[in-house]
């Protein structure tokens, strides 16, 4: 699995499970949502995230 296709799983995951956990458990969880948007968007322009390190020190292409 290449360090690319694992960030778009993870984010997905982080998104979906903020999204649950703001239906039925606090509001609140909508921010980690925004969190992990804005993480996206940033790594859009600055082609730099730290999620792509992490997985590139864990050992993925």
Excluded: D
Excluded at 19 to 33: A, C, E, K
Excluded at 41 to 54: D, E, H, K, L, V
């Amino acid at each position: 699995m290449t360090v690319e296709r694992a960030l778009r799983l993870i984010a997905g995951v982080f998104i979906m499970l903020s999204v649950v956990l703001g239906y039925t458990v606090n509001p609140n969880w909508y921010w980690f949502t925004a969190f992990v948007g804005l993480n996206l968007f940033q790594s859009g322009f600055t082609n730099w995230c730290p999620m792509m390190a992490i997985l590139r020190a864990a050992g993925l292409k």
